[in-house]
């Protein structure tokens, strides 16, 4: 995907709260040497950061070992100036909100410009970049990660940021002379010298860290409908109007959405209330989302009954990727806690299909909302006080009609997760790409083909990322359970046994991809813990985003929160190809929809309209 052009990779964008004595202008070369150093060992502790990939527009591309980084070359700083004026003729909390604008607003074009740019040299520099964006009147600094998809996915984006941070602590709390990690450390002049690393210790490919067993008679079915006709099948793909594919420059737009952690619970709470997840929540709201901004194949209102039966909507394929990071086998790893940080390139794909009756429903309901919307926004714009009775009534009906069925789709994912859970890696689709001979010429000869687009929206969720508590002592990672280890939208832990067992007593299962519950420490902390936050980093926010896709997916939602903080949800498609409308319109029904939640209120739908 990366070398036709399709895709380059992800990124996790995280803001790190600056310890004191890292602030200030004159302090900057120590922050930067610090951070750098911290980047420096957690590349140390992660194979596929440390290779280059040769032959890489071929079928056989292999990694190649590397002396040394140049961390010059991965590392870009970009600080944001304080206008003088506005820091002269303003209050300190003034200029800090002022300056706090513009870090976002550039953060926001950076990450853009970074998805749009494939990563250069492959074979002599590994596939990752890092650029730090840094104001000195600003007690953080924003750290976005991208990494090449080849090399590993979204969930080890969030084990190097985890990673990051315990190093971080560490350089803060230790000296050298006291941590052999420390005096091992070759850093000079940005230049990071690799230990020889013996291939026994690199990181094992996908099909040997996980079991992939194959059923040949679901293997074969598989096949043969690959092989049907477009028109022999039951639910034919269809162009999306608002959507085409084709092969061309990436154009990454994106629009991010933040929740607050207060809000968050009340959004969890309710979860929990219709036995759902986060993950099943914005997976309907997107689908609801999509069937208020696109039109709807509808059959025509003049006609005989046989005509308006053969008229079908064409459907709409939801895809939500799950990490296969918990089923990597114990023995597969050097030591047992390397099995929950692996960086790989390690996930599946669980697919959610909407066509015949249960697609006609929700389009039918979302446009009765829609034109309830409509017909208000008239009503209101003429001042038509007799109309209003009627309208607010019909707008209350429908709109909590259409709240119900969300919730209902929403508690359809769920079980569909926990049921691609609970098969593990049995028949899975990754099990089959050993089958493929050359991948490369496959995607190219799709992408030639310019037919539509095989999943109209993906719900990328990573979860929760641990931001640290502020204590001097360094994390270490837990031992991996044997049964995937979650939690549901209160927090409260179970594993994948008892999830199942939940079901079978008639409980709700929660699938691992959803944001664990957030605990918010109403009391007043002690002088001690606040002496030793300022001194240590901690993690305020977290951004995933996704570079746009010419081919493939239309839209890609990807919720990450950090514990104990917020949710940003960030909504990326292919700009000048996908419908901005149809992008920008999914994230503000989101942004607008969860904000009702979050304040414990039904789902607002008003202003939600068809835009493409």
Not at 145 to 159: L, M, P, Q, R, Y
Not at 380 to 406: C, M, S
Request: with cysteine; proline share 6%; charged share 20%.
């Amino acid at each position: 995907m990366h070398s036709l052009n399709v895709y380059y990779g992800c990124a996790l964008t995280c803001r790190y709260a600056i310890p004191a004595a890292f602030r200030g202008e004159a302090e900057e070369d120590a922050l930067r040497e610090h951070f750098e150093k911290a980047v420096a060992l957690a590349v140390l502790d992660h194979p596929l950061l440390q290779v280059g990939l040769a032959d890489e527009s071929t079928k056989d591309p292999v990694w190649v070992r590397l002396d040394r980084i140049d961390l010059g070359h991965h590392i870009q700083w970009q600080t944001v100036p304080t206008d003088v004026d506005v820091k002269s003729s303003r209050s300190s909390s003034a200029t800090t909100t002022a300056t706090g604008s513009m870090i976002d607003a550039l953060l926001e074009d950076m990450i853009k410009a970074q998805h749009d740019l494939p990563y250069p040299d492959l074979e002599t520099r590994p596939g990752w970049k890092m650029v730090v964006v840094r104001a000195p009147d600003l007690d953080y600094l924003e750290a976005f990660f991208g990494i090449n998809h080849a090399n590993a996915d979204g969930e080890s984006a969030k084990f190097f940021q985890q990673t990051l941070l315990e190093k971080l602590n560490l350089l803060a709390a230790a000296t050298v002379s006291s941590s052999p990690a420390l005096s091992n450390l070759d850093l000079q002049e940005h230049i990071l010298t690799l230990p020889v690393m013996p291939a026994s210790k690199f990181t094992p490919a996908h099909e040997a860290l996980v079991d992939l067993p194959l059923s040949p008679v679901w293997a074969v079915s598989i096949a043969l409908k690959q092989m049907l006709p477009s028109w022999l099948r039951s639910h034919p793909l269809k162009p999306l109007p608002w959507a085409p594919q084709r092969p061309v420059p990436i154009r990454t737009a994106l629009r991010l959405v933040h929740v607050e952690a207060a809000a968050l619970q009340r959004v969890l709470e309710a979860c929990r209330c219709h036995d759902t997840t986060l993950t099943g929540l914005v997976q309907a709201m997107s689908v609801t989302s999509l069937a208020m901004r696109t039109p709807a194949a509808t059959p025509p209102q003049n006609g005989n009954a046989k005509q308006k039966k053969k008229t079908k909507l064409a459907p709409l394929i939801l895809g939500t990727p799950v990490s296969m990071h918990r089923y990597i086998r114990p023995e597969a790893c050097p030591k047992p806690q390397d099995r929950e940080r692996v960086m790989v390139n390690s996930v599946t794909y669980c697919f959610h299909h909407y066509h015949g009756r249960r697609l006609a429903t929700l389009y039918d309901l979302a446009g009765r909302v829609v034109r309830d919307n409509a017909a208000a926004a008239a009503a209101q714009a003429h001042e038509e006080e007799k109309q209003q009775g009627p309208v607010a009534a019909d707008i209350e009906t429908n709109a909590l009609r259409l709240e119900d069925a969300l919730w209902e789709q929403a508690a359809r994912v769920r079980r569909q997760l926990a049921q691609k859970l609970a098969k593990g890696t049995r028949n899975d689709l990754t099990g089959l790409l050993r089958f493929i001979p050359d991948f490369r010429v496959r995607m190219a000869e799709e992408m030639a083909a310019q037919g539509p687009r095989d999943v109209t929206l993906e719900v990328s969720n990573l979860g929760v990322i641990d931001g640290g508590s502020g204590a001097v002592e360094v994390q270490q990672p837990e031992k991996a359970p044997l049964q995937p280890s979650v939690k549901d939208c209160c927090g409260s832990s179970t594993s994948s046994a008892a999830a199942a067992d939940a079901e079978k007593k008639g409980g709700a299962p929660q699938d691992s991809a959803v944001v664990v519950g957030i605990t918010i420490n109403e009391e007043e902390p002690s002088k001690t813990q606040s002496q030793e936050s300022r001194a240590t980093w901690t993690m305020e926010r977290a951004m995933f985003t996704q570079s746009g896709i010419p081919h493939g997916v239309a839209l890609v939602v990807s919720p990450i929160a950090v514990k104990g903080k917020g949710l940003t949800i960030a909504v990326n498609w292919q700009d000048g190809l996908v419908d901005q409308g149809v992008g920008a319109g999914l994230a503000a029904d989101l942004e607008s929809w969860l904000g009702s939640l979050g304040r414990g209120d039904h789902i607002s739908f008003s202003g939600s309209h068809v835009k493409a």
